[in-house]
């Protein structure tokens, strides 16, 4: 079980969901092991996210290589949470959580100040059929790790394959496809073990 703590400005798109929990599965047939993973996450609405992997492990001395290929799958009900939150670029934001309608004080004829707002109400968005269980994403990737006493340092060059992008239905009627594109991802880290 997990719990998540974000600012309320976080345009993270985990952002929104409160509390997550799951459960992993693994078996080494020796050729390749087999991988998987089902978890729930809890905003608005329940999420069913699903991880689907095979790998195998080389070793070479003090480098370890991992050639990976996942699959993801699962529900949106966290991107259609994260889009009604306002934190999408969809709703003009620049980084922020919802914009409060900006207002300005102008002087009218009489020396009195009056108040016009500037901002016209900012559109909605919602994902259709964001409960629907579907294939998100595949995943290629090749963690290569080398040890050198307590020190171990990782490289995970990921290629990743976005599927079945999400319909986004404005408050205004207009409807359009999310933008996806495949993506290249390179994850460093370094991990020191005390004993």
Not at 82 to 99: D, E, R, V
Not at 100 to 125: D, E, I, L, Q
Not at 166 to 181: M, R
């Amino acid at each position: 079980m997990e719990k998540y703590f974000f600012d309320m400005n976080s345009i993270s798109l985990n952002s929104t969901t409160d509390l997550g929990v799951g459960s992993n599965f693994a078996y080494d047939f020796d050729i390749v092991s087999l991988n998987a993973s089902a978890g729930l996450g809890f905003n608005d609405k329940v999420d069913v996210i699903t991880e689907i992997g095979v790998t195998k492990s080389f070793e070479f001395g003090k480098f370890a290589v991992e050639p990976v290929i996942k699959l993801y799958a699962g529900t949106q009900n966290y991107y259609n949470a994260y889009l009604q939150a306002g934190k999408s670029h969809l709703s003009g934001n620049n980084g922020h959580a919802k914009k409060a309608a900006s207002s300005r004080v102008s002087k009218s004829n009489s020396g009195t100040a009056a108040t016009a707002s500037t901002a016209a109400a900012p559109s909605t968005f919602t994902v259709v059929q964001a409960s629907q269980y579907k294939v998100l994403d595949y995943e290629l990737s090749i963690p290569i790790a080398y040890t050198f006493h307590n020190l171990k340092f990782d490289v995970v060059p990921t290629y990743a394959i976005p599927v079945n992008a999400a319909t986004i239905l404005s408050s205004t009627g207009a409807v359009e496809k999310e933008v996806i594109s495949n993506r290249f991802i390179l994850q460093v880290g370094a991990t020191y073990t005390f004993k």
